[in-house]
């Protein structure tokens, strides 16, 4: 592990992604720990953690970021005493929170999206993180069958937001810590890496909220679509079969 991507949600992470692919780095984002450390995600928000628990889930990678990790950056920090943590926020909290409440609830809106998380198993899975991690991170109500996140409180986001900006400025030792303005470019972020400025334009991942419409890329995601083939398959065939029963 060499660096923590202590960032929340809605405040660069996908840029910051994009920039260590292209500098060629091996990143575990918020699909991963959803999906390959479901167990350990859900054992560490309901129990606690142990930084042994971190170093053994995150080894093999260069870069953790996206939640819930970003939320658990001390104790993976303390799991890597080596790695060094970049930190990144929008220009004031409202700004923040409008980016908040109108990206992050496109990613529960449209019914294929309901569909899945209701009736595939990854869905499901995926639903029940999401749901420990608004309750442990934010305080609110989990997803529920039918209900959906509400990210108006806007009181209550940003003091979640300004507690956990204001603990990585002041827990996070110096030397090892970058506060990083995207406007500072590849220049600053390269120098702190130790690494050669890329002959690569600086990018700018997720515009405008893209990742509501992207996410179907994503493996986990892929996985539910196919799920979502398979099930509307197995209850159109049922159908058909109690039809032409009752239609004898």
Known sequence: MKVIIASTSKCGTKTLHKCFEILGYSVADFDHHAYNHYDEWK????????????HEMYKDFDIVIGSPACYYWE?????????????????????????????LPKLHQPWIVTFCYLLTPTGIRLRHHYDRLVRVVHSM?????????DFSNQELLIKRYREHNSGVLSRCGKDR??????????????????EEVP????????????????????????????????VTALVAIFIAFVLNIYLW
Not at 215 to 225: D, K, S
Request: aromatic share 18%.
């Open 75 to 103: 104790e993976i920090a303390e799991a890597f005493p080596n790695a060094k943590v970049i930190f990144t926020t929008r220009k004031d909290e409202i700004t923040w929170h409008r980016s908040i409440y109108k990206g």
């Open 199 to 230: 002959d690569a334009p600086f990018p700018h991942e997720n515009k405008q909220g893209q990742l509501a419409t992207s996410m179907w890329a994503l493996p986990i995601y892929v996985r539910m679509r196919k799920e979502a083939y398979v």
């Open 43 to 54: 054992s560490i928000m309901v129990y606690g953690s142990r930084k042994e628990q971190f």
């Open 177 to 194: 810590l970058l506060h990083f303005n995207f406007s500072d470019g590849w220049g600053t972020l390269c120098a702190f890496l130790g």
């Open 141 to 149: 109500n989990g997803w529920g069958f039918f209900s959906k996140y």
